[in-house]
């Protein structure tokens, strides 16, 4: 996984995909977000989101019972987990048929995926409103805005690169971006409003200066063939 990523859009990614199935039974598996305490090892899983299979009548479950309730005083299971995305399966410990299964969040995360597919209808729309009234301030808010669905906020980007205007380049370049996908289009689009502008970074103070200016107008440095 891309450590880059928001938990939201490691989500997309996975909703993107289809769901495994289930090793030892064949069931599809059900997609599981990670408790915040360390799980009884004290390791912690180090993704927000597994896949779990979580059929009780699973080979993999029905055989725990009887291998770890031998060697432990309690009873206790294993259930077949996957780390979304890979072909990597492993095991789970539970100590009840109900064990980890408060946090299977299919239900949640359809939920939360239409709320999602509505923002970005609605980013989208509001981003095509602002290109045909040249709001580029709203263009750029939202281009900075975190909780801007990435989509849109990607869109944005790019469309601010477009409406050519000097004033973005400074927040642009202060922005903080989660993706390095969205990163490069800021990169992008930055070196467009220089073309659009006809300026450029002083290499030494980085201030913006006039594409053929011979002197920096912030540090005075002979900026003339550089
Ligand atoms: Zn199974
Ligand atoms: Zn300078």
């Known amino acids: 996984m891309n450590f880059n990523q928001t938990r939201e859009e490691v989500l997309e990614d996975i ?40 059929n009780d009548k699973c080979p993999l479950f029905i055989a725990g019972w009887d291998h770890i309730g031998s ?12 780390y979304p995305g ?18 299977i969040i299919d239900e949640e995360i359809v939920a939360q995926q ?14 095509a409103e602002c290109y045909t009234t040249a709001n580029h301030a709203r263009v750029l808010a939202m281009t900075l805005d975190a909780l801007t669905p990435p989509r ?12 050519g205007v000097l ?6 370049k202060n922005g903080k971006y989660p993706s390095d996908i969205l990163r490069q289009r800021v ?3 930055i070196a467009l409003l220089h073309q659009k502008t006809f300026t450029r970074e002083c290499p030494f103070c980085a201030e913006i200066i006039k594409q053929r ?9 002979d900026v003339a063939g550089h």
């Open 15 to 54: 909703l993107a995909k289809p769901k495994p199935l289930c090793p030892h039974c064949s069931e599809a598996m059900s997609l599981w977000e990670v408790p915040m305490m360390n799980f009884s090892d004290g390791l912690g899983w180090g993704v927000p989101y597994l896949y779990v299979c979580f």
């Open 71 to 82: 060697e432990y005083a309690h009873k206790a299971s294993t259930r077949c987990l996957n």
């Open 86 to 103: 890979t072909d990597s399966f492993d095991c789970m410990p539970v100590f009840s048929s109900m064990g980890g299964t408060a946090q």
């Open 114 to 127: 239409k709320a999602l597919d509505q923002a970005i209808k609605d980013g989208f729309a509001e981003l």
């Open 152 to 163: 849109v906020r990607l869109k944005a980007a790019e469309m601010i690169g477009d409406m």
């Open 167 to 172: 004033e973005s380049i400074e927040p642009l």
């Open 187 to 189: 990169e992008d689009s």
């Open 213 to 221: 200016a011979a002197v920096c107008k912030h540090c005075g440095r």
